[in-house]
């Protein structure tokens, strides 16, 4: 039996319980023809901070989801959408993705539809990150429902940041293809704005992702798309990385390659980006001495 703090939490946590009820019924009598979920919600949300406090994270995950569905009957879609926000919090923290994936899934549309995009797309971001690491998959899928939501409200930032997450996350899965895509769908963006320095960064990103996947023809078509979006390409640093890569890739000439992948301008760039470079090679090149064992000290 639980003794100490969790005993007077849990104690506290079944009082709230008792008055939510209390709240639900309704009286002849007493004149009370409607339930007052109001009330109720407000004291399911005071049990499930005790049941938090208790350690007992399952029941904290049941009390706000009925708090939610409370708050749903009254028309009040961002506290139940908070709830919802809450609970799914506790379920990441039991490391159960799937569940939480659902509750975040729900307490994102529920602040769309109160309009408070802003709170939706921070709940993306927490969500994303949260199931990331468990369920790349399916913090996939969230980011791809913030990215429709922040472009209906013009939110470049928002969007960009939506967009290197899903990269990255494609790139951790192998799915170089649609990681690819979505540094395209970046760059216009960042295109869209002028904001250059990002362009040229991405070029990298794009010409080893095109190198990961063997198509140097893909990795020249997509250098001469970049070209034609920024004017100014040919005379920085990047462009000059990206022929390089591409020309010794076709050559093949393994040794400059692997020189060029050493370049300030690579090393620079993401873990992701990085992990990509130690198994990358020229077609009929070889692994150089020690580069399939790269310290992961060189990661940022």
């Not at 319980?17 to 023809?33: N, P, Q, V």
């Amino acid at each position: 039996m639980a003794s100490g703090p969790n005993s007077a939490r849990l104690t506290e946590a079944q009082e709230c319980e008792r008055k939510a009820a209390e709240c639900m019924k309704t009286s002849l009598l007493k004149m009370k023809f409607k339930p007052d979920f109001d009330g109720a919600a407000m004291h399911l949300e005071r049990a499930a901070v005790c049941y938090k406090n208790a350690d007992n994270l399952q029941k904290a995950v049941e009390i706000l989801k009925t708090a939610a569905g409370y708050y749903e009957q009254l028309g009040n879609l961002f506290h139940a959408a908070k709830a919802r926000e809450a609970a799914a919090i506790h379920l990441r923290d039991q490391k159960m993705p799937e569940e939480a994936f659902e509750l975040f899934s729900r307490a994102m549309d529920g602040y769309a539809e109160a309009g408070s995009l802003d709170t939706a797309a921070m709940t993306v971001d927490k969500a994303g990150k949260a199931i990331a690491e468990q369920a790349p998959e399916k913090a996939i899928d969230i980011y791809k429902r913030g990215l429709a939501l922040v472009q209906q409200s013009d939110r470049s930032k928002m969007a960009s940041e939506f967009l290197q997450q899903i990269t990255k996350l494609n790139m951790k899965l192998g799915r170089y293809d649609q990681a690819k895509k979505f540094v395209k769908e970046e760059i216009e963006k960042y295109v869209e704005v002028r904001e250059y320095p990002r362009v040229r960064y991405l070029s990298l990103a794009l010409t080893l992702l095109n190198l990961k996947n063997g198509d140097s023809v893909a990795a020249t078509k997509d250098y001469g798309w970049i070209m034609s979006q920024d004017k100014d390409f040919e005379y920085c640093e990047e462009c000059r990385i990206c022929q390089q890569l591409i020309g010794y890739y076709e050559v093949p000439d393994d040794a400059n390659f692997q020189a060029t992948l050493k370049s300030g301008v690579i090393r620079s760039m993401d873990n992701e980006y990085l992990r990509l470079t130690r198994d990358l090679h020229a077609p009929a090149g070889g692994s150089g001495p020690g580069d399939e064992n790269e310290d992961e000290d060189d990661f940022k």
